[in-house]
């Protein structure tokens, strides 16, 4: 299920990206789950943190989605636990809404990196 849902959000961010006007988003790559653990937790975070109402609340959110998405696929081509793989992601959040809360410029600079690295999905 992870898999298609992951597989159609690919295919919409694709597509989008081809749109008129639209600018050249940068292309999907294989990152490792480690990364992708770590984006989601990071983008998970920094979503809660602004919420769902601005702008970029949004590209949060949809940046979460698609690493969420990526790190249990990750987990799933790694051989991981589905339920470790969830644990995973919760700790990053965890630690991530901390470390945003706490105005670490690692952390925010973290968090752009994975927000730009994801694909535009609406």
Do not use: H, K
Request: aromatic share 4%.
């Amino acid at each position: 299920m992870l898999l298609v849902a992951f597989t159609a959000a690919l295919a919409l961010a694709q597509a989008q990206s081809q749109a008129p006007g639209r600018t050249e988003a940068p292309a999907p790559r294989l990152v490792s789950y480690d990364e992708a653990v770590r984006c989601a937790g990071l983008t998970q975070a920094g979503s809660e943190l602004e919420g769902g109402e601005s702008r970029y609340g949004r590209e949060l959110y949809d940046a979460a989605l698609y690493w969420s998405l990526a790190a249990m696929q990750a987990a799933t081509i790694a051989g991981r636990d589905p339920t470790a793989a969830e644990n995973d992601q919760t700790r990053a959040r965890l630690q991530s809404v901390r470390r945003l809360s706490a105005g670490d410029a690692e952390a925010r600079a973290g968090l752009q990196r994975c927000r730009r690295a994801a694909p535009r999905l609406g």
